[in-house]
């Protein structure tokens, strides 16, 4: 399994991850608890996907994971 066939379910966990924590990081961000509550449930998602299972190395498929989920969500917003 090549490590850039991640399924879309973790894909966009991982944007809307990276979107939530932008957004906490915002100044005065609006609804901090909210965000935060989020964000600690996103990383659960992320963190407990069962394409971890199957990873051929962990650390490289994590770092291609956010990688990819920054380019995916730049692609979205344009």
């Known amino acids: 399994m090549d490590v850039t066939d991640f399924p879309d379910d973790l894909v966009q ?4 991850w990276n ?3 932008d957004a906490l990081a915002a ?3 609006r609804d901090a608890t ?3 509550r989020r964000l600690l449930l ?3 998602q992320l963190w407990w996907h069962p394409y971890w299972a199957t990873a051929p ?3 490289a498929a994590r770092s ?3 990688r990819l989920a920054r ?8």
């Open 42 to 44: 996103l990383s659960a």
């Open 64 to 66: 291609e994971l956010r």
């Open 19 to 21: 979107t939530t924590y």
């Open 57 to 59: 190395s962990l650390p």
């Open 71 to 78: 380019t995916h969500g730049v692609a979205r917003a344009a």
């Open 13 to 16: 966990t991982q944007a809307a």
């Open 27 to 29: 100044p005065r961000p």
């Open 34 to 36: 909210a965000l935060r």
